[in-house]
């Protein structure tokens, strides 16, 4: 299974800037679709955004349109997520996930990594 190690979360004050990187252990069928997804406490797990492997997919939630970018550099198996004008309610865990497709993105048995914190304080 493809491992997926999320970096780049850290503390910053409202309308500040973070940006994270899902680096995946290699890339095959099942990355074809990255994505980045949160998780505050108390509330279910979200999906911020996804790219397709040949970037012509790629999708927001709303609340971040505007705010956030995903990109990627398929030479480095790399996935980020530039997120800008950080909200206290951006504050969650950040989780990177793979998929075959991006309709199967965020399955429970998915590819996921471990997460990375990112807190925004007001």
């Known amino acids: 299974q493809v491992q997926l190690v999320e970096s780049g979360g850290g503390s910053v004050r409202a309308g500040g800037s973070l940006r994270l990187s899902c680096v995946a252990s290699?890339?095959?069928?099942?990355?074809?679709?990255m994505g980045w997804f949160r998780q505050a406490p108390g509330k279910e797990r979200e999906r911020v955004a996804y790219?397709?492997?040949?970037?012509?997919?790629?999708e927001y939630v709303g609340s971040v349109k505007g705010r956030f970018t995903i990109s990627q550099d398929n030479a480095k198996k790399t996935t980020y997520l530039q997120m800008n004008s950080l909200l206290p309610e951006d504050t969650a865990t950040y989780y990177c996930?793979?998929?075959?497709?991006?309709?199967?993105?965020?399955?429970?048995?998915?590819?996921w990594g471990q997460g990375t914190q990112v807190t925004v304080s007001s």
């Open positions: 996930a793979a998929a075959s497709v991006c309709r199967l993105l965020g399955r429970p048995e998915g590819n």
């Open positions: 790219i397709s492997r040949t970037g012509d997919s790629v």
């Open positions: 290699e890339y095959t069928y099942s990355t074809n679709c």
